[in-house]
């Protein structure tokens, strides 16, 4: 999904999905510029709406710190800068792990 992500944000780098079972993997490896302000989250992509999604969270390395990442219901990915200062990020990388359930 990188080509899709946007370019005057990330130079370089890849979103990958797996899934093993139930089990579905978010790989984030990304490269570029993104300015996030102290408490502030980002909508990075938003996935097709034929893939399965949950609410889902994890925590993601940067060059300048540790970022939250989260997926929701509507396929959105967020990226939340929780510390108390401003973030200048050129890579961020990490794995968001999710478990589908089946509908009762």
């Given at each position: 999904?990188s080509?899709?992500?946007?370019?005057?944000?990330?130079?370089?780098?890849?979103l990958?999905?797996?899934?093993?079972?139930?089990?579905?993997?978010?790989?984030?490896?990304?490269?570029?510029?993104?300015?996030?302000?102290?408490?502030?989250?980002?909508?990075?992509?938003?996935l097709?709406?034929?893939?399965?999604?949950?609410?889902?969270?994890?925590?993601?390395?940067t060059?300048?710190?540790v970022?939250t990442?989260?997926?929701?219901?509507?396929?959105?990915?967020?990226l939340?800068?929780?510390?108390?200062?401003?973030?200048?990020?050129?890579?961020?990388?990490?794995?968001?792990?999710?478990?589908?359930?089946?509908?009762s």
């Amino acid at each position: 999904y990188s080509y899709l992500l946007p370019v005057s944000t990330w130079t370089s780098g890849s979103l990958y999905f797996s899934t093993r079972g139930l089990i579905v993997n978010c790989y984030i490896n990304l490269e570029g510029t993104l300015s996030l302000a102290a408490g502030n989250s980002t909508l990075i992509y938003t996935l097709p709406m034929n893939f399965p999604t949950i609410n889902a969270y994890g925590i993601l390395n940067t060059d300048d710190g540790v970022l939250t990442v989260s997926i929701n219901t509507s396929g959105e990915i967020t990226l939340s800068n929780i510390s108390a200062s401003n973030m200048t990020i050129n890579k961020v990388q990490g794995c968001l792990s999710y478990t589908l359930s089946f509908p009762s």
